[in-house]
């Protein structure tokens, strides 16, 4: 399962509350990713990083900020969630001889 | 990333092998062919991947055509554990770039 993590697994949270949501890795692997998931459109890039501080935006990122201060950890963070960031949220690493993607088991966020 | 299309939905009997089919005419030389899967709300799981050989793992098969435009995902022996959501990925390997996600085929595999 390449040693991700998610926290936390499930969450509600109410509109304008600042959210953090956790991926954490135990295999010191360079590139992590969000993503989220919605029914109809599949899975979407958030933001992803590239190393320690190095982060860009994804197809989705209007909303969300990440932050990776060390190489284990990369934090997405909504500033002030909204009902349409009620979603399914993974996080992934990039491993492997040809850089597959591997992904966490997820955070489901409802935002109410 | 080139584009891929896949079938929506495919039926397989428990026991017999799943092909499930991929096309992607725009493939650039560069680009290798990726298959995940998606059991219902778990994240998504790597399969298999190959650039223009043949590949096979303990998982699957895959067969790219010899013009790299089409390939095939084999499980040789379907259980009810493979229904999933099956995902055909075309991306270079070595860049920062992350994988796009279409709609895949939901393979449900009949007892």
């Known amino acids: 399962d390449a040693g991700i993590t998610q926290s936390p697994r499930h969450k509600v949270t109410e509109t304008g509350t600042p959210v953090t949501l956790r991926c954490h890795q135990t295999?010191?692997?360079?590139?992590m990713y969000w993503y989220r998931q919605d029914p109809g459109h599949g899975l979407r890039l958030i933001h992803y990083?590239?190393?320690?501080?190095?982060?860009d935006k994804g197809e989705v990122s209007d909303g969300y900020s990440v932050s990776r201060s060390k190489t284990e950890d990369f934090l997405l963070t909504l500033e002030s969630a909204t009902s349409s960031q009620t979603s399914v949220y993974f996080c992934?690493?990039?491993?492997?001889?040809?850089?597959?993607?591997?992904f966490g088991p997820g955070t489901r966020l409802t935002v109410t | 990333d080139a584009k891929t299309t896949q079938p929506t939905s495919m039926d397989c009997a428990e026991g017999r092998a799943a092909n499930l089919p991929c096309n992607h005419s725009?493939?650039?030389?560069?680009?290798?062919v990726y298959w995940y899967r998606q059991i219902h709300s778990q994240g998504p799981q790597y399969i298999i991947h190959?650039?223009?050989n043949n590949e096979t793992n303990e998982m699957a098969s895959l067969i790219i055509t010899e013009d790299r435009k089409s390939s095939t995902l084999i499980l040789p022996h379907a259980t009810l554990r493979d229904t999933a959501v099956y995902y055909c990925?075309?991306?270079?390997?070595?860049?920062?770039?992350?994988?796009?996600f279409g709609s895949g085929t939901q393979l449900t595999v009949l007892p």
């Open positions: 295999e010191n692997h360079r590139y």
């Open positions: 725009t493939i650039s030389g560069n680009e290798y």
């Open positions: 990083s590239y190393g320690v501080k190095d982060t």
């Open positions: 190959g650039l223009k």
């Open positions: 992934a690493i990039k491993a492997g001889p040809s850089y597959e993607q591997y």
């Open positions: 990925i075309v991306s270079d390997s070595g860049s920062a770039r992350q994988l796009t």
